[in-house]
């Protein structure tokens, strides 16, 4: 029995029927979450907590695709195990290793989705020049100034809230937040949106916590440099095997003894 | 713009199609279109790759840009070029429906992981786009013999541009999810667009470890290429068109 399940996750067989499954879910939801409004709020709560709040009806394909992803993971990893141990002895070791560092970032990648559907935060407000605002880690931000670069025409080229935070009433940093730059502390980020300057200057600020970004940014890095080494290595084994097939063909056409 | 950018199309359409008797027609035709896009950046004062109009030329550029070097050394050259440079003028034409965006970036937008992401993106599906018109090539000769060039060797290109393609698409949505994080405080969002693009980056996926199997080797790995180029056209302009999503072009 236990032979059977390890030789099914140990195919690469499983692999692409995991796969196609997983992609027939995520087609079918995608034409689900347009025409439900439940999936609006899907930004604002963690996934797990959204997901346990929503009617199953809406949500069926979402846990099917979750138990598709988890058997793929498992495939994944018990592939990469199997590569690595089969093939530890042999010469081209960067080709056998790149793939397994693909895998190894995709894994980080669902372990910080993992992560972030558990633990995220979102809140979104409006604040206004010295307005302050407590944070779910205790502190408190002040916001000190809201400004705006216009041009000439009236366009908006930038915006910035210049903050303070606080903790017991004592100040312990300043920063300031634009767009693409939030500012960060203790794991939560402030991001400004946009801002308004009639009647009093304010701006929608939006407090984020995401416990899956670094992981995530692990997985992206580890992916694309395995990605990168196994490009390189893959389009060269690809060449001495046109070239072989290259001399196939003109046998073929030639005929075996020909020395054109 | 309106009038350069008829007149650059018209003549970049012109040397493409030249392009199959010499191919410093197609050289032409590329300059012209880099040439283009450089310009209209340097109005701009910055990447033109915002809006339909501007993406689809860049989507056209691009194939050229990779379908020139690919085909180098290859038996009858033109001919294997010739379908390729059509997909580019195909892009060129669509790019014609849509009005160019004139205005400047909103401050969101003014970052180098937007610019790197929607680069990427179009890279990336540009060489898909080749793979799709090279499987097609596949399949149409590969019984009779008429092939440009042997049909082993135009499935190997396939799945070349497949990989490079994959790699930039990796990077692509890598430098979108620190952008979006940047931006709106969070790496993936729940909309139509993003589960597009995670399925179009699984069918790939599925393409490069199908084609590990022998039994998805020529034409099935050939149909699984020119089925993804059919995802790739959804998820860039189908999901936008016909789905609410974060990505309005």
Known sequence: ?260 | MKDPLLITAILAVAFYVFGYYRMIFVWSGLLLQVAYLFLRGAHLGRLPIIGPHDTLFFMSASTMLFAVPMTLGLKDRQRTLFPLTGLAVFFIFLSLLYKPHNTPLPPVLKTFWFEAHVALSFFSYALFGIAAVLGALYILNKDTGGSVSPPAIIESLQYKAILVGYCFFSAAMVFGGIWAYLAWGTYWLWTPKELWTVILWLFYSLYLHARLRQWWTGTPSAVLGIVGFIIVMFTYLGVSLFMKSSHTF
């Open chain 1, 1 to 260: 029995m236990l032979k059977k399940v390890l030789s099914f996750f140990l195919s690469l067989r499983t692999a692409i029927g995991l796969l196609f499954a997983l992609i027939f879910f995520l087609f079918f939801g995608s034409f689900v979450m347009p025409l439900r409004e439940e999936f609006q709020a899907l930004h604002a709560v963690p996934l797990f907590q959204w997901l346990a709040e929503s009617p199953f009806s809406i949500t069926w394909w979402l846990w099917v695709s979750l138990a598709i992803l988890s058997l793929l993971t498992v495939n994944t990893l018990l592939c990469s195990l199997e590569s690595v141990i089969k093939k530890r002895g042999a010469r081209q070791w960067l080709l056998i290793l790149s793939p397994q560092v693909i895998h190894a970032g995709f894994l980080f990648i669902l372990l910080a989705h993992l992560l972030s559907s558990y633990g995220s935060f979102k809140g979104t407000t409006a604040v206004y020049k010295g307005s302050m605002l407590p944070l779910p880690n205790g502190l408190t931000v002040l916001f000190d100034e809201i400004r705006a670069d216009v041009d000439q025409s009236g366009y908006v080229l930038n915006w910035a809230a210049d903050i303070r935070y606080f903790k017991d009433g004592v100040q312990i940093s300043g920063d300031s937040v634009l767009p693409n730059a939030p500012s960060f502390m203790n794991g939560f980020g402030i991001y400004i949106k946009t801002v308004r300057f009639e009647p009093y200057p304010s701006a929608i600020i939006e407090v984020s916590r995401e416990p899956g970004a670094p992981w995530a940014l692990a997985g992206g890095i580890l992916f694309l440099a395995g990605m990168t080494t196994l490009l390189i290595l893959k389009i060269r084994r690809e060449e001495i095997l046109e070239k072989d097939s290259g001399g196939r063909v003109k046998e073929e056409i030639n005929g075996p003894n020909s020395t054109s």
